[in-house]
């Protein structure tokens, strides 16, 4: 039988500010930015506004 699922920690103050940081800047390949750009598309197509 498999565990339950723990609650996923929160993140606060510094730690917070940090992984916004890093996401904020993250670089990816040159297919991958492509393949995201296409998704950012779709999603932005396909969302009722």
Wanted: one cysteine or more; glycine letters at 2%; a positive charge.
């Amino acid at each position: 039988m498999a565990r339950p699922i723990q609650p996923t920690p929160i993140l606060e103050g510094k730690d917070a500010r940090k992984v916004i940081e890093l996401m904020n800047s993250a670089t990816y390949s040159k297919k991958k930015q492509r393949f995201l750009d296409e998704c950012r598309e779709i999603y932005r197509k396909t969302t009722i506004k």
